[in-house]
Structures are given as C-alpha cells and as structure tokens.
C-alpha cells in the first residue's frame, strides 16, 4: 500500500502549514459542520475546506484542499484536488491531478491529469474520465472508466471493464495462506516455551527461593485446594480490572463536568498505568511463574533427593519444566491440562503469599 501512505502524508502535510500558507495567499479558508459552495457561486481563488462534510456544487478557480468525513466535488475546480476524508465522491469536473486518501473514493466525473488514491475501495464508474495516469494502493479497486494515461497500482482485488490509453501495471496482493506447523516447527515451539519458562523459574529460584519452593509444596500438598485458589484469583483479577476500568471512566466525567480537565487526564493516565501493571503482573504469572511454579513441583518429586543446593533445585526444576511442556504439547488435550497447570500453579502462588492459615514447613537450606 505505498501509494496510500504516499498520498496520506501529502495530504497530512498540505491541510496543516501548507494551508496556512494559502491563506496568507489569498485562499478562502471556510470550516465548519457542514461546508458548501452551492451552484452558482464561484469561489475566485483556492478554498482549503474542513468539515463533517464538504460539497462542492459550484466552482472553484484554483486548487481545492478539503478534509472531513465526506468530501463531494460535483460541480467544477480549475485547479487540483486533494481530499483526505471518511469517502470522497468527484462526479463533477477537476481540471487538475486529484489526490485523494478516503476510506471510499468513487470517481464518476471527469479529472484531467493524474489520479492518486489511497483507499479501502476505489470505483472510477463507467463514463467517468481521467486525462492523465491513474495510481492506486486500495484493497479494492474497480475501474470501469476511460484513463488516457497509464494505469498502476496495488491491490487486493481488481475489477477491470474500462479502457486504459497507456500500460496497466496492477499488483494483485493475495492473502497468504495459512500453513499447517510442521513437526519440526510444533518442536521449535516447544523448545522456545521450555527455554522461556525455565529462565524465569532459574531466576526466581535464585533471587526469591522461599516463595518459588513454597509455591511449588503447596501445588503439590494441597493440590485441589490450589486448583480452587487459582481459579478463583484468575476471576478476581478479570473483575478486578473491569471495575478499574469503570471507576476510572466515571471519575473521569465527573471529574469533566467539574471543569478539572487536567484532572481528568491525570486520573486516566492512572487507571490506564495501574491496568496495564495488573495485565503485565497476570501475564507473567500465567504464561512463565505458575508453569514454573508446577514444574519444580513435579522436579522435586521425580528426583527424590537432597534439596540442598541452588544447582539441585535447578535441576529438578529443568525436569519439572520439561514434563510441563511436553503434556501442554499433546494435541487436543494439551491446552486442558496446560489450563489446569497454570490455575494450579497460581493458587499455590496464591496459598504461599497467604501462609498464615496454612503454613507450610520448608526444608532448611
């Protein structure tokens, strides 16, 4: 999609200092909800026009820079044309190039130089005429239209039953097609997945022994209470972050309609901050601290042993965590079990952070 980034950033850079410049000019400059130039009226030098919607049934005698959610040209402009808006519609006359960036572009009229779309869905109608080349970057373009020019562009789909004076280069973008993994790349996965886990388990080992080892006695002593512990932390933590959410939107408008708009601000970069810490400490807990959490578990019950040493507890957490990733891989069942690990291994995170009702005895390093 070059073309529409290309002809996006012209317009941005043309509606901002380079509108300013025209009115310094002696370009009209009008905005506002809705912007007309009604038939019969004759704008006599370029118009820059902002709006919900701008509609242009009289004529312009210069260049036409318009923005907004609609932009119709159906009367006639002597110059360009360069719209930026929801969707642009020129059924009238340019006598220029039109640039135009639209989520829909329909061209029923007549241009006399170069087209430039950038759009969702592009149509030049049949009848419409375009004296110069036609460029586009669409996800869908139709041409049913006269181009005396060259035709070149980039899309998803292309529909062509106009006539084309020049080449016609068109690249037809086709969606990729998903693959089936291969098992060499289900193994690559796995591999990422245990090295990933392991090197959060290593370092929660090494800087916060108590609670990873803790955890890893209450997931296997108290099994099925962990599991009820997990699942509900897991829903507490969802709710949790919808009433943030909430909260933070009604003390924002309440906060708006008291005229404390730097408050206002203040309070949703907060709620924002805090959610995202929330999103961030769940994640981490879910996707690497509670896999870990089951895996040196199950390390230190198959390695039965001494349990003395950060390199034996390291050990056993590298079987553990293996066995972990090895069930989560089995197909159809591996993401139940791969669920009943992580709401395991986070109500033992859970228990272990809460251990005053239910102590658990650590072995003596």
Do not use: C
């Not at 310094?24 to 902002?50: F, H, M, N, Y």
């Not at 069930?327 to 159809?332: E, K, R, Y």
């Amino acid at each position: 999609m070059k073309a529409m980034v290309l002809v996006a950033v012209a317009l941005v850079s043309l509606s901002g200092p380079a509108a300013a410049q025209e009115s310094e000019l002696g370009g009209k400059v009008r905005s506002g909800r809705e912007v007309t130039v009604p038939a019969g009226e004759t704008v006599q030098s370029d118009l820059i026009a902002s709006g919900g919607t701008v509609r242009i049934d009289g004529r312009v005698d210069g260049d036409l820079v318009a923005s907004g959610g609609q932009v119709i040209v159906a009367g006639t402009v002597t110059g360009d044309v360069l719209a930026a808006a929801g969707s642009t519609t020129i059924s009238g006359q340019v006598d220029g190039d039109a640039r135009v960036a639209s989520g829909q572009v329909r061209i029923e009229g007549r241009v006399g130089e170069d087209v430039a779309i950038g759009a969702g869905q592009a149509t030049v109608a049949s009848g419409a005429q375009i004296g110069g080349d036609l460029i586009f970057g669409t996800g869908r373009m139709q041409q049913d239209g006269a181009v005396a020019g060259s035709v070149l562009g980039s899309t998803g789909n292309y529909t062509q039953g106009g006539s084309v004076g020049g080449s016609e280069r068109v690249n037809i973008q086709q969606p990729e097609q998903a693959r089936e993994p291969t098992l060499a790349d289900r193994a690559v996965d796995v591999l990422r997945r245990y090295v990933s886990i392991l090197a959060i388990g290593a370092l929660l080992l090494w800087l916060l022994p108590r609670v990873l080892r803790g955890a890893a006695d209450a997931a296997r002593e108290r099994t099925l209470l962990s599991l009820g512990v997990g699942l509900l932390g897991f829903v507490a933590v969802i709710v949790a972050l919808v009433l943030l959410i909430l909260v933070t939107v009604l003390v924002a408008i309440v906060l708006a309609l008291a005229g404390l708009g730097s408050l206002t601000g203040l309070t949703v970069f907060g709620g924002l901050l805090v959610g995202a810490i929330l999103v961030f400490l769940l994640v981490l807990a879910v996707a690497f601290v509670a896999p870990a959490t089951v895996g040196l578990a199950l390390g230190r019950l198959l390695l039965r042993g001494e349990d003395r040493s950060y390199l034996s507890r390291l050990g056993a957490l590298a079987v553990g965590v293996l066995v972990v990733v090895l069930v989560a891989a089995i197909p159809l069942l591996g993401g139940f079990l791969e669920a009943l690990v992580v709401l395991l291994g986070l109500g033992a995170l859970l228990l272990r952070m809460n251990p005053s009702r239910h102590p658990i005895a650590e072995p003596v390093a």
